[in-house]
């Protein structure tokens, strides 16, 4: 599958920004998919994931309650909504299939980053 992240943009903090990664292929709704984020200096880390169905969601304790993840299979596209956002959400976000894990070796397919900047 292949993947392809959308939705780059500056914004201030406090402020709202949706991602959408879209995947070709028609599997994409057999994979589990999940979001990760790496800002300068700093490793990849787990943001969020979704079950194939949607039906089971997971974040990070740092996103909980601000970010949201969706997705819809007929469009073969996942989400990422994000409110609130904080400086510290500076990165570049990427998507990927394969897991609902938070390792990201886990995952098999990946997707450009897009970068999201936040400023205060």
């Known amino acids: 599958v292949q993947l392809q992240a959308s939705g780059r943009g500056l914004v201030q903090a406090g402020g709202s920004l949706r991602l959408s990664c879209a995947a070709s292929?028609?599997?994409?709704?057999?994979?589990?998919m999940g979001w990760f984020r790496q800002a300068p200096g700093e490793e990849r880390e787990f943001v969020a994931a979704?079950?194939?169905?949607?039906?089971?969601?997971y974040y990070a304790d740092s996103v909980k309650g601000r970010f949201s993840i969706s997705r819809d299979n007929a469009k073969n596209t996942v989400y990422l909504q994000m409110n609130g956002l904080k400086p510290e959400d500076t990165a570049l976000y990427y998507c990927?299939?394969?897991?609902?894990?938070?390792?990201?070796?886990?995952?098999?397919?990946w997707g450009q980053g897009t970068l999201v900047t936040v400023s205060s």
């Open positions: 979704i079950s194939w169905s949607g039906a089971y969601t």
């Open positions: 990927a299939a394969g897991s609902v894990r938070s390792e990201p070796r886990m995952y098999g397919y």
């Open positions: 292929g028609r599997t994409f709704s057999t994979y589990d």
